[in-house]
């Protein structure tokens, strides 16, 4: 199995400071066939079911605010928060779907205010 | 709108059975391939079983081969998930996730999810 470590597992910022989630993969993710990155990110608030943000390593879901932005490819990738806002606070997680017989996530990474 | 409501979670002793229900709406449910994902108490998430659209693929995590049967009735726009020879380590909310793509890529739609509890 595919597996996907975050870093950190937790972080303070202060509203309106930038985030940054680090998702690495343990082989990489990147189909070569058509240049595809097969990582998503999901949002997690509490007592709430996850919430898809990003999928294809960068590219937003419909309704997700521009603040959110995915990069990286191969193994490494990056969610970025450029303003965070009050309403950011939750767990965001990554996963992997480059392997179609066993999909995995992250371990998870809290984001909260500073 | 898209909704997943999931029911038939509880208490159930060690080695019990249990079957989950989730409900669909909103969409054409016989287009989708459909997973269940659980996350325990405090814990990440882990992808548990998904099925095809017509019912001919099914794919578990290898922690619940053999224990666990995943299945659909696309008349009734229903997922299911039997439960057997369950263990303390499955409790877990458990989530109805719609998948994207033609092998299931990503998850974009979730349920509120089922809550198992397997304890004496």
């Known amino acids: 199995d595919i597996v996907m470590t975050q870093s950190p597992d937790s972080l303070a910022v202060s509203l309106g400071e930038r985030a940054t989630i680090n998702c690495k993969s343990s082989q990489s993710v990147l189909y070569n066939s058509n240049n595809k990155n097969y990582l998503a990110w999901y949002q997690q608030k509490p007592g709430q079911p996850p919430k898809l943000l990003i999928y294809?390593?960068?590219t937003r879901e419909s309704g997700v605010p521009d603040r959110f932005s995915g990069s990286g490819s191969g193994t490494d990738f990056t969610l970025t928060i450029s303003s965070l806002q009050a309403e950011d606070v939750a767990v965001y997680y990554c996963?992997?779907?480059?392997?179609?017989?066993?999909?995995?996530f992250g371990q998870g990474t809290k984001v909260e205010v500073k | 709108e898209v909704q997943l409501v999931e029911s038939g979670g509880g208490l159930v002793q060690p080695g019990g059975s249990l079957r989950l229900s989730c409900a669909a709406s909103?969409?054409?449910?016989?287009?989708?391939?459909m997973n269940w994902v659980r996350q325990a108490p405090g814990k990440g998430l882990e992808w548990v079983a998904n099925i095809k659209q017509d019912g001919s693929e099914k794919k578990y995590v290898d922690s619940v081969k053999g224990r666990f049967t995943i299945s659909r009735d696309n008349a009734k726009n229903s997922l299911y998930l039997q439960m057997n020879s369950l263990r303390a380590e499955d409790t877990a909310v458990y989530y109805c996730?719609?998948?994207?793509?033609?092998?299931?890529?990503?998850?974009?739609?979730w349920g509120q999810g089922t809550l198992v509890t397997v304890s004496s």
């Open positions: 294809w390593a960068s």
């Open positions: 909103g969409f054409t449910f016989s287009s989708y391939w």
């Open positions: 996730a719609r998948g994207v793509g033609y092998r299931v890529y990503y998850f974009d739609y």
């Open positions: 996963q992997q779907y480059y392997d179609l017989g066993s999909w995995t």
